[in-house]
């Protein structure tokens, strides 16, 4: 229960879904651009042209069963190949694949703790996670590829249960997210975007782990 913070009505949720809500407890807060950088979000955050995700082809009762589905590809993959290949940089300014699963760990730990605060504080703002200050500060090149894989399996499972158990209310509740722009978000887009994490970094994984494979195939 969240007293005096009023339940939005279905066209409001529906706004919301977009990301782009107007609810009371954050009205007050003055949203101003953030500078974005580069970023392959050409379509102000509905889709991803490089992995071609769309935030609206998600529905949020599929979410958690995704993200464990997810959580089992990247499993496969940081199980499956050689440590040498999971550690190699074969691509330029392009992190390894093991690094990316470290990335897609924090990130699933790092949202559920956002969403689990949203559920309590109207309206926070959440600071950036530094990603990659976290791929030389925790050594993510280092750290063990089978350990990565089920502590990813951790938190996304740990995530999709927190997932379950939210209601059309506990769905809408906002936030200001900063990336790729300083914005008003609904747990729902929270939710789908980490869904997109997940889905456009398997796909780096999977560019590194190929660029990184040795042998006449390639
Ligand atoms: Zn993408």
Redesign the pocket.
């Known amino acids: 229960m969240w007293p005096g913070v009023p339940r939005p009505d279905a066209r409001t949720s529906r706004a919301a879904d977009d990301g782009v809500l107007a609810w009371p407890a954050c009205h007050p807060r003055e949203i101003e651009p953030g500078s974005a950088g580069a970023s392959?979000y050409r379509h102000g955050m509905d889709r991803?042209?490089?992995?071609?995700?769309r935030y609206d082809g998600v529905a949020v009762t599929e979410i958690p069963d995704l993200l464990v589905a997810l959580a089992g590809d990247y499993r496969v993959r940081l199980r499956g190949a050689p440590s040498t290949q999971l550690r190699a940089h074969p691509l330029a300014a392009t992190w390894s694949a093991l690094e990316y699963g470290c990335h897609v760990r924090d990130v699933l730990g790092v949202q559920h703790e956002r969403i689990r605060r949203a559920q309590v504080e109207d309206c926070p703002e959440f600071e950036p996670m530094g990603r990659d200050e976290r791929v030389t500060r925790d050594r993510y090149n280092r750290q063990a590829p089978h350990t990565v894989a089920d502590e990813l399996g951790s938190a996304a499972a740990s995530l999709a249960e927190t997932l379950r158990h939210l209601d059309d209310r506990a769905w809408q509740r906002p936030c200001v997210y900063s990336w790729p722009a300083r914005s008003r978000r609904t747990i729902a887009w929270m939710a789908r975007h980490t869904v997109?994490e997940a889905?456009?970094h398997r796909?780096d994984v999977d560019r590194v782990l190929a660029a990184a494979r040795p042998g006449p195939s390639r």
């Open positions: 392959p991803c042209d490089e992995c071609a995700y997109h889905i456009h796909r």
